[in-house]
Every structure is written in structure tokens, then in C-alpha cells.
RNA sequence: GGCCCGUUCGUCUAGUGGACUAGGACGCCGGCCUUUCAAGCCGGAGAUCACGGGUUCGAAUCCCGUACGGGCUACCA
């Protein structure tokens, strides 16, 4: 590649759904690929099917992207060159490319009906033979209908196609069906408009998943079809499968849902480190990385060819590690929206203790939840009540900051002669209501003083 | 059914003919620390490299076949 072209890369999510996993996957890819290359990286919508799509899904991809910090150069909502980037805004280009095909004798009007489709298929499964569509409407085109859709008519012969993953790729077209370009309603169907875009959006390096490598025949015969100029290369990535092996489905795995993980509390940045090392890996040892690292290390022929499992406990201490390697004020300023009911400065005083304790920052919720919520005083037998007593009396004089509280309890529960856990598990229980809390100074100094001794106080 | 892609510890993976008694990470188990829970530190178990044939002095690595998994084969994308 000597002098070459200015790389474009794209992804194109369909707004049918919730803003999938995949597509962040597919996006990170892109970008890395793209701003290692100083290229172009553009968001197009595929809105195509007007059953599915919906306007406010649309507005989830945009948000889910935002947030792991995936930017686009070119969009729906940015503009560009090649605008508009809604292929719903862009169908005349495709009647266009679409009627030219059938003036040149490369596609036909095709009037089956639904029914009779499937009853060919039908057929050919009966008689065990593959399918094929067998060009009835191209031969014997019936003259009493009008309601059609367009069809390609496959030339057939040898597609092959350079994959930066898998190398050189060689498919037998003899095999391929003339299939559907535009649908009756008007609209073209993801066959059709996927290379159509990429060519007039000068897309030159096509990265995209698995499932679409067999496609690829199908869109580079479109693409010839039309004298448009082939993409580069493409790069099919490897599927993220969920714990069962199973393809991620939206119905059934809900770490599909991108916006879940915002939900959680996983940082964006170590989501798309644990998504970069699912289906590839740098060839060394090290698992963290800054996106700039990323940037450096990512090569599509150190990408796996297997789909690889999602792995919620791997991602859990990925997440843990960056949780614990922020500064306080970055920690405190993720946690605000998890803690709205906790003022900033009790937010900042709870960070030593809760930092090493969260794999995701909505766990600390359950650790603070007892500063806005008053728990139900615990029964306690005489003697241990006696202590709780014992705790409050030594309290009372105490500052109320960690240091000194840890250090007048540490001396009542010599004096109770117990062990540790005997003493503070009740005064955990009073204090919290949970079985699990921070260490029980900082618990006590992050309430108020009086609310505290009168909980204590409440239960004894 | 046809075509395509794949198959190394439970999971993510290293490995591109001899350095492999198959390495790392997550998880798991044990220990230390310890007021709970984590974090941290130390140690451990865990893969006849899907299976069967070849090629070779020698194969996880090359070839063929089989099995299994996934994808495509839609007027879904």
C-alpha cells in the first residue's frame, strides 16, 4: 500500500432495539483502526426496516457511543460530505442505483407473492436440492400484477475478497439465489443498501462482524454490478457469544443491553478494555489499557477467529481494578449519580473505604444506603445490649472522625473483654441494618454524630 | 439440506514443526492480614491442545476426514 486513499471506516446499527453490545464492539474496532490510520470514522443509521425501527432507539445508539466515548467525524446528527446518514433519507439514491441495474439488465422486477416464495422453498426442500430462486419473474414475467419487488440477477462465476482477519476469502456464486434489492414497500433491503452506502460514502476498509462474512459475496457482486469501486478490505470480527455459547440475543441475555452497564455503574473506559481483549489480544501480558495503549497494540491479525464467551466475573475485576485506580476526586464525581441523596462532601470522606470495595459503582449503594435510610432496630439480648451501652458511653466524647472512634472502640472492647467481632456486630447491625458494611469507624463517621449514638442508643 | 467460519484449562487467551514437564489472566481452592465485606500478599488445583488418520527423526502447530459449535442461505439487519 503505497500511496493510498484517506481510510474511511463505518458502522451502520440498525435503531431496532436497544443499543447492543456488539455494536460498541463493532464501533471500538473502527475507531481504533481509524484514528491509527488518521482516517474517517462515520456513524450511519440503518433504517431500513419500517416494521422495527424506531426514532428513540436511534437516540440510544448516539447515547450508549457518547458515553464509552466512541465519537464519530460524520453522522445523522453531525453532517458530512456524504450526508444525509439515514438511509431512510437516502432511498432515492437506491431507486436510482436500483433502476439503472434494471435498464442494464442486471436486476428485474420480481411479482411472487410471499406464499409462492415459500412454496418454491418449500419445494426445493422436498425435493433436496438447494434453493434458488428460479427466475420466474425474469423469464416469464406475469403481466396481470403490480405490486413488486426488484431482484438482482446473480452473474454468478467466483467472488473473492481480501479479509484482514481471515486472509483471502473465495466464494462460489454459482450457489447464490438472485435475491431481493428492493423491497415492495419502496425500500431497500440491508443487501442492497449496506454497498451501495459504502461505495458512495467511499468507505475503504469494511469492519464488521462475523455474521456478515458471508454476505460480503452478495454486496460485491452489488457493487460491480453498479462500476462502483470495491472497499480495500474488510475485516470480519469475531462474534461476542453470551455464557451459554449461544449468539447474544436481546431476548434473552441482558448484557446485550449497552445501556445496562452505564446503568450498573462499569466505568465506560473498562468496559471497551474488556470488550478490545474479547476477540483479541495484544501478544503479551498485559490486560489493562488506556485507549491511547489500545491504539498503539490493536492489529486485526492478532484478532481471534472464534467467537469468544462474555464473561461478567471478568469484567467485574477489569472494572474493579479501574475503580480502584482512580483519584478521589474522579471517583466522587462517577459516584454523584449514584448517590444523590449524599452530599459531596460525605461522598468524598466515604471514598477511602469504598473504593476497594466496589467492582461497580452502584455497589455503593449498599454500603451507604443506611446514611438516608434508618434500619429497624435490632433485639438484643441483656448482655449485648449492655455493650451497645458501653459502645455509646465511650463514643460520646469521642471527635467524631475515624481515627478516634476506631480507637475508643478498640479500648471499650477491651474493657467488654470479648472478642472484636462479638462487640461490632451489633453495633453494625444498629448502625446499618446490614450483615456488611465499611469497617465500623468510617461507618460511624460518615453519620451524623447524634444519629448515630441515637440508633445505638434505639436498639440498647 | 447447501455454502462459509471456527474448535488449547470452567472462561478470555499465549503458542505459526524441536526452547511445551502447554505459559498468562479471570474465576476456583488453601494460607496470611482482618471487626464484617473487600482489597493486598503468598501458595495450589485445573487443558491426554475436539476426535481419527496421515506427513515428519519430531505436530497443539502442516494435510485429509469426522464430530461439534456458530454464521449465511428472508421483501431482518
Redesign the pocket.
Known amino acids: 500500500m503505497a500511496v493510498s486513499e484517506p481510510v474511511r471506516v463505518r458502522i451502520?446499527p440498525?435503531p431496532?432495539g436497544f443499543a447492543h453490545l456488539g455494536t460498541a464492539s463493532t464501533a471500538l474496532y473502527n475507531i481504533l483502526f481509524a484514528r491509527k490510520q488518521g482516517g474517517t470514522f462515520v456513524l450511519r443509521i440503518?433504517d431500513?426496516?419500517m416494521e422495527?425501527n424506531r426514532p428513540e432507539y436511534e437516540a440510544l445508539i448516539y447515547e450508549s457511543l457518547r458515553w464509552l466515548g466512541l465519537d464519530w467525524d460524520e453522522g445523522p446528527d453531525k453532517g458530512g460530505p456524504d450526508a444525509p446518514y439515514r438511509q431512510s433519507e437516502r432511498v432515492d439514491l437506491y431507486r436510482e442505483d436500483a433502476a439503472r441495474l434494471i435498464k442494464e439488465g442486471s436486476a428485474y422486477r420480481?411479482?411472487?407473492?410471499?406464499e409462492e416464495?415459500e412454496a418454491e422453498?418449500r419445494q426445493a426442500q422436498a425435493d433436496?436440492r438447494?434453493?434458488r430462486?428460479s427466475r420466474r419473474c425474469l423469464l416469464n414475467p406475469p403481466d396481470d400484477r403490480s405490486?413488486?419487488?426488484v431482484r438482482f440477477k446473480v452473474p454468478g462465476g467466483e467472488v473473492t475478497f481480501t479479509d484482514m482477519v481471515?486472509g483471502e476469502?473465495r466464494?462460489?456464486a454459482d450457489?447464490i439465489?438472485d435475491?431481493?434489492i428492493m423491497?415492495?414497500?419502496g425500500?431497500p433491503?440491508?443487501?442492497f443498501a449496506s454497498p451501495v452506502d459504502d461505495a458512495r460514502m467511499e468507505i475503504t476498509h469494511v469492519i464488521r462482524g462475523?455474521?456478515?462474512?458471508?454476505?460480503t459475496p452478495y454486496q460485491l457482486m452489488l457493487v460491480d454490478a453498479l462500476g462502483y469501486k470495491r472497499p480495500v478490505a474488510y475485516a470480519h470480527m469475531?462474534?461476542i457469544?453470551a455464557k451459554d455459547?449461544?449468539?447474544l440475543s436481546k431476548r434473552k441475555h441482558p448484557e446485550a443491553n449497552l445501556a445496562l452497564f452505564r446503568e450498573q455503574g462499569y466505568l465506560p473506559e473498562a468496559l471497551l478494555n474488556y470488550l478490545a481483549?474479547?476477540?483479541w489480544?495484544p501478544?503479551t501480558?498485559q490486560?489493562i489499557f488506556s485507549f491511547d495503549q489500545l491504539l498503539e497494540a490493536f492489529s486485526f491479525?492478532?484478532v481471534?477467529?472464534?467467537?469468544?464467551?462474555f464473561?461478567w466475573?471478568?469484567l467485574?475485576?477489569m472494572d474493579?481494578?479501574y475503580i480502584?485506580n482512580l483519584s478521589d476526586d474522579e471517583l466522587a464525581t462517577r459516584l454523584e449519580p449514584f448517590l444523590q441523596n449524599v452530599d459531596g462532601e460525605t461522598i468524598r470522606r466515604a471514598i477511602p473505604p469504598l473504593r476497594?470495595?466496589m467492582f461497580k459503582l452502584s455497589q455503593s449503594v449498599d454500603y451507604l444506603e443506611y446514611l438516608w435510610t434508618d434500619p429497624p432496630p435490632p433485639s438484643l439480648d441483656a448482655e449485648t445490649a449492655q455493650r451497645v451501652r458501653a459502645a455509646v458511653d465511650a463514643l460520646r466524647p469521642t471527635p467524631w472522625e475515624p481515627e478516634p472512634i476506631?480507637s475508643a472502640l478498640e479500648k471499650a472492647v477491651e474493657t467488654s473483654g470479648v472478642?472484636?467481632?462479638k462487640f461490632?456486630?451489633p453495633l453494625?447491625d444498629a448502625l446499618t441494618g446490614k450483615?456488611?458494611?465499611?469497617?465500623?469507624?468510617y461507618a460511624f463517621a460518615l453519620l451524623p454524630k447524634d444519629k448515630a449514638l441515637s440508633r445505638l442508643e434505639r436498639a440498647a
Open positions: 451502520a440498525s431496532t440503518d431500513t426496516d422495527r420480481c411479482y411472487c407473492t410471499p416464495l422453498r433436496k438447494p434453493y430462486y405490486v413488486f419487488a481471515r476469502m466464494f462460489d450457489l439465489g435475491f431481493i423491497k415492495s414497500d425500500f433491503t440491508y443487501q462475523e455474521e456478515h462474512l458471508s454476505n469475531p462474534l457469544l455459547g449461544a449468539k481483549l474479547l476477540g489480544n501478544g501480558e490486560e491479525e492478532r481471534q477467529r472464534a467467537g469468544a464467551r464473561d466475573e471478568k467485574n475485576w474493579g481494578e480502584r476497594t470495595r476506631e472478642s472484636k467481632g461490632y456486630n453494625r450483615k456488611v458494611s465499611l469497617p465500623i469507624h
